[in-house]
């Protein structure tokens, strides 16, 4: 599996940071974390080009470089990169120049085969989805300070699996709550689930909603497989039918103590403009993380 980790400051990104490197080390993943600064204008350029190798030469009008520096520290205060192979200055580290507006550095992991620092500059939406797309990531994991005003632009445009940190609490026992529906998605956020519960050894709760209390055939299909699924697997599981609305279920079910995790859904951008959809609203009302399967 390959994650990605997307910060954007010391003051708000170290629980994002706390969360994504404990799911990484939990599942063994190959990690970056990714920081995208503001874009560098043509005269700031000029001076970046000097210094294709060097972090000291960049450190001066690179933005985003302060908050690769924390990040780097960060793991080296945590003991996920061996602090005796690397140099006490973050300045003289190596950056390796990969195009104009993307540079990383190769990190010696102690608990991860594979673990990158990667700065990007220019739009976060542009820059994230083309980072996605270009190396394949199976999930990113972003804070939830700014949920509500780009989940929207995350959930249409970026391709992978999207986990949301909100208010997420080091010291709080989660379960998850797992959404099943017979939507296509569903069979995909099952097999996440599974596997989030196997890492952390936590419970799952199965929550089906119906808007009227007519449970559909393919409804109640694709709950008894989730169900023969958690038994296979040794998992500890309870399942709450539910009728109402979707959104509001879920979200009260979920309260602040479970992790939410749900399909993606499979209307047209358009539809989701103008109308929103269900995992959308359930991240712009709830009060705890939530994974969105793609």
């Known amino acids: 599996m390959k994650i990605l980790i997307a ?38 350029m000029k001076d970046v080009d000097l210094a294709n190798e060097i972090i000291e030469s960049w450190n001066i009008g690179r933005p ?43 990190l010696e992991g102690l608990t991860l085969e594979r673990l990158n620092l990667i700065l990007r500059n220019g739009d976060i939406i542009d820059e994230l989805r083309d980072e996605v797309k270009t190396y394949n990531y199976d999930l990113m994991i972003i804070g939830g300070s700014g949920k509500r005003s780009m989940a929207h632009d995350f959930i249409q445009y970026i391709e992978s699996s999207i986990f949301i940190v909100n208010n997420f609490n080091p010291d709080k026992n989660y379960r998850i709550l797992l ?5 296509p998605g569903t069979s995909k956020a099952v097999k996440y689930g599974v596997r989030v519960s196997q890492a952390f050894g936590i419970t799952v709760d199965l929550i089906l909603v119906s808007k009227s209390g007519d449970y559909n055939e393919d409804s109640t299909f694709a709950l008894e497989r989730a169900k023969k699924m958690m038994r296979r697997c040794g998992i500890k599981t309870e ?41 959308l609203n359930v991240i712009g009302k709830s009060n705890c993380p939530v994974l969105i399967v793609k």
């Open 7 to 44: 910060i954007s400051s010391k003051e708000y990104s170290e629980p994002t940071l706390d969360v994504g490197m404990k799911i990484s080390r939990e599942l063994n993943a190959s990690t970056t974390i990714l920081d995208v600064g503001e874009k560098i204008n043509e005269f700031s």
């Open 64 to 106: 985003g470089m302060d908050v690769l520096e924390w990040a780097y520290f960060y793991l080296i205060e945590n003991d996920f990169i061996d602090s005796n192979a690397v140099e006490e200055s973050f300045s003289k580290k190596i950056l390796h120049q990969k195009s104009s507006n993307r540079a990383e550095i190769h």
């Open 179 to 183: 959404a099943v529906d017979d939507s």
């Open 239 to 279: 399942v709450f039918l539910k009728v109402g609305d979707p959104v509001l279920n879920i979200v009260e079910a979920a309260g602040e103590d479970h992790i939410i995790i749900m399909g993606a859904s499979t209307q047209s951008p358009l539809a989701k403009f103008f109308m929103g959809s269900k995992p």
